[in-house]
């Protein structure tokens, strides 16, 4: 069971387990979904990834933070720490979903799909595009003040702060309604 004492090893052996799957359901008479089928998968995988580290920062990391002290602080926010490698997933994260939702609308405009380009997609996408945007060139910028990555006076980290969290709360905000109609435009679209 060495593979469970190593999340790499760990995420490794979930992949091993979903070809077995993919080659037991080719192997009863089964189909291998497309490229575009795995780039929707890949999608979500990622979009999991950065919606989870966008509510852990939300619901988890910002309301235990209100009472730190600076130093506390520079503590936690050090090279290598919890709050480091968060950030870096929650980007990787941001910018695979980026990546794949392209791939995807690109797909439901060449007409790949049925219900190509539909109201529920486009108003779905363009909210998780302002997300991207806002992870990119708020949030980011901002954070990197905020954990001492980038030069900044003690005002200055306040102000950052404060606009990466409110460009945070925004996301939090458009996840809810960008999510169900991520889902909608697939299953059942409510702008018809
Ligand atoms: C970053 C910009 C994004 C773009 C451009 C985008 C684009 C798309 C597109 C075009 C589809 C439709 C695929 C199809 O009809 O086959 C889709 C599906 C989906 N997206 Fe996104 N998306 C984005 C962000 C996100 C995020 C942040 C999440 C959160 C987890 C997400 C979750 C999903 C899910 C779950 C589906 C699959 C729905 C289903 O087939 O049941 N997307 N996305």
Redesign the pocket.
């Known amino acids: 069971m060495g593979f469970l004492t190593d999340h790499k090893k760990t995420i490794i052996a979930g992949f091993i387990l979903l070809a077995i799957i993919l080659g037991a359901a080719i192997g009863t008479g089964g189909s291998l979904p497309d490229s575009y089928d795995f780039s ?1 998968y890949f ?2 995988l990622s ?2 990834i ?2 989870g580290l966008l509510y852990y920062f939300n619901f988890v990391q910002v309301p235990s933070l209100g009472g730190v002290t600076p130093e506390t602080k520079a503590d936690i926010f050090k090279e290598g720490s919890i709050v480091r490698r968060a950030l870096f997933w929650f980007r990787m994260g941001a910018h695979s ?2 990546l794949f ?2 791939i ?2 690109v797909g ?1 405009f060449g007409d790949k ?1 049925n219900h190509g380009g539909s109201m529920d ?1 486009m108003i779905g ?1 363009t909210f ?2 302002i ?2 945007f806002n992870v990119t060139f708020i949030i980011w910028p901002n954070q990197k003040k905020v954990i001492g990555m980038v030069e900044a006076t003690a005002d200055e980290k306040a102000a950052a702060g404060k606009k990466a969290l409110m460009a945070s709360r925004i996301n939090t905000l458009l996840s809810i309604p ?2 169900f109609l ?2 909608s ?3 059942f679209q409510i702008f018809g």
């Open positions: 929707r999608h979500v979009g999991i950065w919606i979903t980026l939702g392209t995807l609308l439901l799909l997609i996408a998780a595009i997300m991207w960008m999510l991520m889902f435009s697939t299953h």
